[in-house]
């Protein structure tokens, strides 16, 4: 059974930084694409950042510059450095790791920028 599991969220003032993690067990970690989504509150779920299994990177218009997704497959984990905070950001983060054949989701961890 895939399972993703996130951790890193938290608190943090505008201006700060975090770094979000998301490791998988039970699937070929590798050969998959990684994604970072975010849902506000209201708001509809919205991709972050994806990093696919040859590199390919994609970001948000509105966090270029600010996030990066990183990846480390010898120890199956996603990472997601998030520099630059700001009150918008606040959502919670969603880890997702796919192919064709397959689309995982973890269950989210809470990020709150304060002003």
């Known amino acids: 059974q895939v399972q993703l599991v996130e951790s890193g969220g938290g608190l943090v003032q505008a201006g700060g930084s975090l770094r979000l993690s998301c490791t998988a067990s039970?699937?070929?970690?590798?050969?998959?694409?990684v994604n970072w989504y975010r849902q506000a509150p209201g708001k509809q779920r919205e991709l972050v950042a994806g990093?696919?299994?040859?590199?390919?990177?994609n970001y948000a218009d509105s966090v270029k510059g600010r996030f990066t997704i990183s990846r480390d497959n010898a120890k199956n984990t996603v990472y997601l450095q998030m520099n630059s905070l700001k009150p918008e950001d606040t959502a919670v983060y969603y880890c997702?790791?796919?192919?064709?054949?397959?689309?995982?989701w973890g269950k989210g961890t809470l990020v709150t920028v304060s002003s």
């Open positions: 990093l696919s299994s040859g590199g390919g990177l």
């Open positions: 997702n790791v796919r192919n064709l054949m397959a689309n995982y």
């Open positions: 039970g699937t070929f970690f590798s050969i998959m694409t």
